[in-house]
């Protein structure tokens, strides 16, 4: 069974950083996209950032461009959002998702329903 579980989310003050960790068990994730998702109390879940476990091509979001990096740690079957400069508006619990891509086309997508497993998410919170 597939599991997602992440970690490293908290209170900072904004200009601070952090970095989420998503650990993935229980499959093979080669061909799979690996994606955070956020959502803020009021809004609807959002696309952040996401990786292709293979390819290693990434996509951001255009309010993560510039702040956020996205990357992957094969042997420990991670992938890691490291989030600087952060801002108030970043403040959202963040899921970390994993879903499969065509062979043919390794690239990440920022569609949710394209991920079919999802973590139970870790709240981060930007002071201001």
């Known amino acids: 069974q597939v599991q997602l579980v992440e970690s490293g989310g908290g209170l900072v003050q904004a200009g601070g950083s952090l970095r989420l960790s998503c650990e993935a068990s229980?499959?093979?994730?080669?061909?799979?996209?690996m994606g955070w998702f956020r959502q803020a109390p009021g809004k609807e879940r959002e696309f952040v950032a996401g990786?292709?476990?293979?390819?290693?091509?990434?996509d951001y979001a255009d309010s993560a461009k510039g702040r956020f990096a996205i990357s992957r740690d094969n042997a420990k079957n991670t992938v890691y959002l490291q989030m600087d400069s952060l801002k108030p508006e970043d403040t959202a619990v963040y899921y970390c998702a994993g879903g499969p891509r065509p062979l043919t086309n390794p690239t990440p997508t920022r569609l949710p329903d394209a991920y079919n497993v999802w973590g139970l998410g870790t709240q981060v919170t930007v002071s201001s």
């Open positions: 990786i292709h476990w293979r390819s290693g091509n990434r």
């Open positions: 229980g499959g093979t994730f080669s061909n799979y996209a």
